[in-house]
């Protein structure tokens, strides 16, 4: 069964400049989630989104947008990209729905952003 | 609000050895999860274990347990017979209720076993 996989793994990208991040989740599962990671914030979650809906939101300005597509896949996006947006930003997945046996909760491998 | 505390921000161990990382949390809801996350330097987040507010066992995954005390609001992770591989940034994170995908997460614990 394959894990989640986010794409692309590096880039570097200019202050102004906008970027996509891609996620596509473990298979059958309807929710993604997305995280920022800082050495000075720690992790911080951005927005979850589940059956192409929004359904929960950080505390993170309008330039950081998601969405989802029919078939699970999350790209999110921040645009003007500023120096402080340097991070690494990991994407999770899980059924979304309550589970007997607990709703786990799994991420991928991340992305790392530079902004120059 | 919800909130986790990791008030352990890096620790030794031997190797072989058995090691408890520590995490308190707090919320007001009656139904929560409670996850540990294993960090290495790559980035890559992997989930280690699982406790949901209402479980009776402490949950176990192999080397990996977790010492729930829901009275004191604590989640401690033990790893029995550490292993060079362990050594890797540890998360404590939490889930309000049993659906969704938002996680708060403790500031994280560097864990490092001597051989």
């Known amino acids: 069964k394959a894990g989640v996989t986010q794409t692309p793994r590096y880039l570097i990208k200019t202050r102004g400049q906008q970027v996509t991040l891609s996620c596509s989740p473990i298979?059958?599962?309807?929710?993604v989630s997305w995280y920022q990671q800082t050495p000075g914030q720690g992790l911080q979650f951005l927005f979850e989104?589940?059956?192409?809906?929004?359904?929960n939101k950080g505390n993170f300005p309008g330039r950081f947008s998601g969405r989802q597509f029919s078939n699970s896949r999350s790209e999110m996006n921040v645009s003007t990209l500023e120096l402080g947006d340097s991070a690494l930003y990991l994407c999770?997945?899980?059924?979304?729905?309550?589970?007997?046996?607990?709703?786990?909760?799994?991420f991928g491998e991340g992305s790392w952003l530079t902004v120059v | 609000a919800q909130k986790i505390t990791q008030t352990q921000p890096g620790m030794f161990v031997q190797e072989k050895e058995a090691v408890t990382l520590d995490c308190t949390y707090d919320?007001?809801?009656?139904?929560?999860?409670l996850f540990w996350y294993k960090q290495p330097s790559s980035g890559e987040m992997i989930f280690l274990i699982y406790?949901?507010?209402?479980?009776?066992q402490n949950a176990t995954e192999g080397r990996y347990s977790l010492n729930f005390q829901k009275a004191r609001k604590s989640a401690n992770l033990v790893i029995s017979a550490s292993q060079l591989g362990d050594s890797a940034m540890y998360f404590c994170?939490?889930?309000?209720?049993?659906?969704?995908?938002?996680?708060?997460f403790g500031q994280g614990t560097e864990l490092s076993v001597k051989p």
């Open positions: 298979s059958g599962h309807r929710s």
């Open positions: 989104y589940f059956s192409e809906t929004q359904r």
């Open positions: 406790q949901g507010s209402y479980d009776e």
């Open positions: 919320t007001s809801d009656q139904s929560y999860g």
């Open positions: 999770a997945s899980s059924s979304g729905q309550e589970r007997r046996s607990g709703n786990t909760i799994y």
């Open positions: 994170a939490m889930r309000e209720g049993t659906e969704g995908g938002k996680l708060i």
